[in-house]
């Protein structure tokens, strides 16, 4: 039956009801586990091959030896895509994503952070 | 009233993205209008020929947010017909799946924003609401609420678990309660009935001439679609209907898209139900061998067709994009001249476009009368010499 | 000497000005609140209106080059002038107004039409594609509601007239003696508060100010200052039609107490506003053609009937 107004008994029950709105930055939600969010990289396990620099769609990541068999990882987090690709390229699984999605900044150097431990 | 010449765009609250509609008004009557597009131009049909085909996907990822499974989806499936790849059952369905979320999640959106451009701002806020169930089952899924990156060459990136199909079961359940709501919504409700109805008409002799896809072609009972006509991913083992309709105005189209939810619901339940156990990616090769394909996908706004061309390196000799929105943008005059100028905000909203998969640079030289496709490089070089002429030098800035 | 300087008082804060300018913004924070609740969101805080109106002033008025200075900036304050003076005749704490006199019902539904005839000339004038059409729809609006709005109104007036008296006050009397006379005015009613959204310009007939159509339609180039006062003038005007409407609807007035009064008055006036934001929120915006044909072939029959009722009632009742 047509008729003007047909949301009314929804938008009614609605403004009894708690609001659907999440209070951030008050209130966090919760990523899901494999929330592809900042890199996180273990030096131990990398072997040093830079297939991630190859694979990286926006020469986002940057790998630096710093010793015999140690090398450290450098990452622009605002060139960063966040795709994932060189989790999945690496062969020794020395990277990985973190839930970690609050990466703003207020200057531009600030985003080229070391992400080993 | 005179006849004046309002311009919708390229800044508009109508439109979400830039376009420019000039139009041509006696009163409130549009009189003739012109579409000019160009603002959304990025380069990145060039751009992909200097990066690798895994580089690509990402690239093509970003052309588009809401049809970013459906532009990788299809060049994968180009690129792997080159390479001659044969893609694991499990990997087709699993594309399949997202596929189908992504067009709930592209039809939630548009039904928003068609609600707010009528000034039904409420049907706005509950159909984004229940939009965010689907957005939070995708990044469970795939790690991402938009650009997912599902896909490799040779199939897909990550596997799912049976928790994850029950949660997405349940999503789907509450989803289809919300639909169909809004599907007697939209029957019954008298101003969204009037302000819908006899708007923006476009026959079917039409739809064809003029060369529409997807909802607002099947709007007018042109009886196309890719999933049913030239299956690809897991389409030809799974069963659904192609809904038309025979209203062939915003009205039609709107119901379209209303009952294709209801089917990505049921094509969901069958993927869960028969998906098969197996490898879900197939080892590829970093060099694609020399070849040419073809790939047409159905996105949630149409047909999308890419071309990749192949020459035994690892990256891409020429890719073209033929995104959905360019071959509806084509009738778009037709069907705002002769309306209303408060059609106009709807009709163009109706065909659900997206200038960000759409837009080409054309350059005519006024003087001489000859037109130039500019590349990527040519329009590097133009910009920097611009500069150069007003004294700006680039050279100095460190990006 | 005191009855002058008391009146002043009474027209420059309570209940004038001042008073005015404050309700005006808590019905402002009511309606966006309870809009917002009705779409399950959260909504502004309870000082957001007034936060909006002192940025407003804050900010930088630009007067666009081809427009007339001199009214464009006057404007505006005709407008916010025009509602405030109509609401000293609005009785609100007891059966009597501030200023009442014979025929001050009609002054004020012509003080109510000023603010409209503003909003035409500052489009108007303005110079701007999106203004002029803005304008050009707002005028086109007026002639579609006001006939209906007008009888509307007018109807309880008929069966109310003590001795041919047509001041506001007195069918507000009349209205408390006899009670339950009342339930004839209800199609009346009913076509007064959808009439009056037009008034308001809310939806589904807020056409002269379709933001995703033609940007802010008269009040595009407005800002600052000019723009503070017309939004002010917005929210006057909800809070003097709300009043209107109450009173000539449902003027029950406790006789002797006048605070218990004033707060049937406050929350009368929100009831009303509540309904208008429900109608907000579950329709969608009309077209112009739409919305005239919808005046004239729903809404003025059924004033008429309620204008016929109403003389066939005083006959029979012998008023």
């Known amino acids: 039956m047509k008729g003007p107004g047909k949301m009314l008994p929804l938008v009614l029950k609605s403004a009894a009801k708690k609001p659907a709105t999440v209070l951030y930055p008050y209130v966090k939600v919760e990523m899901p586990e494999n929330f592809r969010g900042k890199l996180a990289f273990d030096s131990e396990k990398c072997i040093g091959c830079k297939l991630c620099m190859k694979d990286c769609p926006s020469d986002a990541i940057y790998i630096e030896k710093i010793g015999e068999k140690k090398f450290r990882c450098d990452v622009y987090l605002d060139r960063c895509v966040y795709c994932g690709q060189c989790v999945d390229t690496c062969p020794k699984d020395a990277l990985k994503n973190t839930k970690d999605y609050e990466l703003a900044g207020y200057k531009r150097e600030d985003l080229k952070v070391d992400i080993g431990k | 009233m005179a006849k004046i010449v309002i311009p919708v765009g390229p800044q508009h609250p109508a439109l979400k993205e830039p376009a420019n509609f000039t139009l041509l008004l006696e009163g409130e009557r549009v009189a003739a209008s012109n ?119 040779g199939g897909v990136r990550r596997d799912f678990t049976k928790e994850q199909f ?108 028969q998906i098969p156990d197996g490898p879900i990616t197939v080892k590829a090769p970093r060099k694609i061998p020399a070849g040419e394909a073809i790939s ?104 | 000497m005191t009855n002058m300087l008391l009146n002043i008082l009474e027209i420059l804060i309570f209940p004038g000005f001042i008073f005015l300018g404050f309700y005006g913004l808590i019905v402002e924070f009511v309606d966006r609140k309870l809009y917002a609740r009705f779409q399950n969101r959260i909504g502004p805080p309870l000082l957001q209106p007034l936060a909006d ?44 107004s501030l200023f009442p006199f014979s025929g001050d019902i009609i002054v004020i539904l012509y003080l109510l039409t000023i603010p409209t005839l503003t909003f035409f000339l500052a489009g108007w004038y303005s110079t701007s594609l999106f203004a002029t059409m803005g304008s050009v729809r707002t005028l086109t609006q007026l002639f579609a509601y006001e006939v209906p709005l007008f009888m509307a109104v007018l109807g309880p007036t008929l069966l109310a007239t003590n001795g041919g008296n047509w001041s506001l006050s007195n069918i507000v009397l009349f ?111 009309l077209r112009i053609e739409q919305m005239v044909n919808f005046c004239w072939r729903v809404l003025t029959p059924i004033a008429l009937l309620q204008i016929l009722i109403n003389l066939i009632m005083k006959g029979i009742l012998k008023l």
Not at chain 2, 52 to 75: A, K
Not at chain 2, 244 to 254: H, L, P
Not at chain 3, 277 to 283: D, G, I, K, Q
């Open chain 2, 166 to 273: 029950e949660q997405i079961s349940r999503a789907v359940d509450i989803l289809e309660e919300r639909t169909k709501y809004y599907i007697q919504i939209a029957l019954t409700e008298t101003t969204l009935l009037a302000r819908l109805k006899d708007v923006g008409k476009l026959s079917k002799e039409d739809a064809i001439r003029f060369g529409a896809t997807g909802p607002t072609a099947r709007a007018a009972g042109v009886n196309k679609d890719v999933r049913r006509d030239d299956p690809y991913a897991a389409y030809s083992e799974l069963e659904f209907n192609v809904i038309t309709d025979d209203n062939a105005d915003v009205f039609g189209r709107t119901i379209v898209r209303v009952k294709e939810l209801m089917e990505s619901y049921k094509i969901i339940r069958q993927i869960i139900k």
């Open chain 3, 175 to 285: 209205y408390n003696t006899y009670p339950l006379y009342i339930l004839f005015n209800i199609p009346a009613f009913v076509v007064a508060i959808i009439a009056s959204q037009g008034k308001l310009e809310r939806v589904p007939f807020d056409i002269p100010e379709a933001e995703t159509e033609i940007v802010a339609g008269a009040f595009t180039e407005y800002s600052g200052k000019l723009l503070a006062i017309f939004r002010m003038t917005i929210d006057v005007e909800i809070v003097v039609v709300s009043a209107l409407i109450s009173a000539i609807f449902f003027p029950f007035f406790i006789p002797g107490n006048a605070v218990l009064s004033f707060l049937l008055f406050l929350v009368k006036t929100v009831l009303i506003v509540f309904i208008s934001a429900a109608l907000r929120s579950v329709m969608a915006r």
């Open chain 2, 296 to 399: 047409r996908y159905e996105a949630p706004r149409g047909e999308d067709v890419h071309f990749v061309k192949a020459n035994g390196t690892d990256k891409p000799d020429r890719v073209k994009v033929r995104a959905p929105t360019l071959a509806n943008l084509a009738a778009i005059t037709h069907m705002i001249n002769g309306g209303y100028l408060a059609d106009v905000p709807i009709v163009i909203a109706a065909i659900d476009p997206c200038f960000s998969c759409t837009d080409r640079m054309l350059v005519t030289d006024v003087k001489t009368g000859d037109e130039k496709l500019f590349d990527w490089q040519g329009l590097r070089n133009y910009s920097i010499n611009w500069y150069k002429e007003r004294n700006i030098d680039f050279s100095k800035i460190k990006l």
């Open chain 2, 35 to 153: 579409v000019a597009l160009g603002y959304n131009h990025r380069g990145v049909e060039k751009a992909c020929e200097e990066r690798t085909y895994i580089q690509d996907m990402y690239l093509l990822e970003r052309i588009c947010g809401i049809c970013s499974h459906s532009h990788v989806t299809c060049f994968i499936q180009a690129v792997e017909e080159i390479a001659g790849l044969e893609v694991p059952k499990r990997a087709q369905y699993i594309r399949t799946l997202i596929a189908e979320l992504e067009r709930i999640h592209s039809h939630f959106l548009w039904l928003g924003v068609a609600g707010h451009e009528l000034g039904f701002d409420t049907l706005f806020m509950y159909s984004w609401r229940d939009r965010e169930v689907v957005m939070d089952i995708l990044a469970m899924l795939t790690g991402n609420r938009v650009n997912y990156g599902m896909n490799t060459i």
């Open chain 3, 53 to 96: 109106f002192i940025k407003l002033i804050a900010k930088e008025t630009i007067v666009p080059a081809e427009a007339d200075r001199r009214i464009f900036k006057a404007l505006p304050v005709f407008a916010l002038a025009a509602v405030t003076t109509a609401f000293l005749y609005i009785p609100i704490w007891s059966t009597k």
